[in-house]
């Protein structure tokens, strides 16, 4: 947990507890159900367009497409366009993207392990 005394010192756009800084809006922007997906469904591999619609099940194309330039921006995927007829693109995490795979493999791992209590929990908060 950060306390106050752990961020004295640090900008003011690394402080997650003000609206208006840059670590905030960046937390907001990979702290989605898509962006977290698409970072788990790269791994290690690089994969055309396609390929991630069909491994991220549910996402729409819109959707996949507004993920993928966020995380782009932020530098967390690279996108290669090979001079193809069609093009084809590809995408790769980077270094910081394979960094916070770690994160969300650890959150994957957590919701494993955690899936029967949460359901429990559920169950009884509705009864």
């Not at 690089?46 to 996402?59: H, I, K």
């Not at 782009?72 to 394979?98: A, F, I, M």
């Not at 959150?107 to 209590?117: K, S």
Request: glycine residues 6%; proline residues 4%.
């Amino acid at each position: 947990m950060v306390t106050k005394q752990q961020l004295k010192g640090l900008p003011e756009d690394a402080d997650l507890r003000r609206a208006d800084s840059l670590a905030r809006e960046i937390f907001s922007d990979v702290a989605n159900k898509w962006a977290l997906l698409i970072i788990e469904a790269l791994g290690e591999r690089t994969l055309r367009f396609s390929e991630l619609r069909d491994e991220v099940e549910g996402v729409s194309h819109k959707m996949l497409t507004q993920n993928l330039r966020m995380l782009e921006r932020n530098g967390l995927v690279s996108r290669k366009v090979h001079p193809t007829v069609p093009p084809r693109v590809e995408y790769t995490l980077t270094e910081p993207g394979r960094a916070l795979r770690a994160t969300v493999d650890a959150m994957c791992d957590w919701t494993h392990r955690y899936l029967g209590h949460i359901e429990k929990a559920r169950g009884s908060f509705g009864a």
